[in-house]
């Protein structure tokens, strides 16, 4: 089974970093995008930032300049440097895995989840 385990949320001061960690395990043939997505209570989850396999990344506008988002292929696991936090920037954040598995003798494509860490910024 595959499991998309989260960490590196915590409290953090205005102006402070955090660096979260996204790592998949279990049976997967294949991780192709990767992402972090970001919810809080009354809104809709929006996406932070994405990551093609290859290395290409999006950033959302408010984020840009201040978040970096990395991955490491050979270990399945995908970072989000976050710098200069600012209160709005509280929120569960929720790692995303686009990925293909094999069922049979064909391969299927599967949206993988993390069930979310709490990121908080406040003085």
């Known amino acids: 089974q595959v499991q998309l385990v989260e960490s590196g949320g915590g409290l953090v001061q205005p102006g402070g970093s955090l660096r979260l960690s996204c790592a998949v395990s279990g049976t997967i043939f294949r991780i192709h995008a990767m992402g972090w997505y970001r919810q809080v209570p009354g809104k809709q989850r929006e996406a932070v930032a994405t990551?093609?396999?290859?290395?290409?990344?999006n950033y959302a506008d408010s984020v840009k300049g201040r978040i970096t988002i990395s991955r490491d292929n050979a270990r399945n696991t995908a970072y989000l440097q976050m710098n200069s936090l600012k209160p709005e920037d509280t929120a569960v954040y929720y790692c995303y895995a686009d990925g293909e598995k094999w069922e049979g003798l064909r391969t299927v494509r599967i949206d993988y989840w993390g069930t979310g860490t709490q990121v908080t910024v406040s003085s």
């Open positions: 990551i093609s396999s290859g290395g290409s990344t």
